[in-house]
């Protein structure tokens, strides 16, 4: 199944965020090719998993706190799913799920769980 463009587009935001970056709202519109309006109501529903600042006013804009993972997501079956897709992609698809892992999980520890 295809993933929808409002979830692509999200997960792109949350990999823009976690650069640890301040932006603004017209700079993730231009970047994602949205209106304000829908880059709020994305950056509303990123905020419920992630710890997001967005202070108004003068130097305000738009930030992730880093280190808050979202509530119960991935889980280890995500990664699993992952490894998986990783097994039968081209090298430079693997080596980028690769780096989503690293990014998201401690691999050593479920190698311990076996």
Not at 39 to 49: K, W
Not at 88 to 100: G, H, Q
């Amino acid at each position: 199944m295809k993933c929808s463009v409002q979830y692509e587009r999200r997960v792109g935001m949350i990999v823009f965020l976690k650069s640890g970056r301040w932006t603004t709202l017209d700079e993730l519109a231009k970047i994602f090719g949205v209106c304000k309006r829908t880059a709020q109501r994305d950056i509303d529903a990123i905020a419920l998993s992630y710890n997001i600042q967005s202070p108004r006013g003068n130097g305000g804009g738009i930030h992730m706190i880093p280190d808050k993972k979202p509530v119960d997501f991935p889980t280890f079956e995500h990664y699993l799913a992952l490894k998986r897709a990783a097994d039968c992609a081209t090298d430079e698809d693997r080596a980028k799920i690769e780096e989503i892992i690293e990014f998201h999980w401690d691999v050593e520890l479920f190698v311990e769980r076996g």
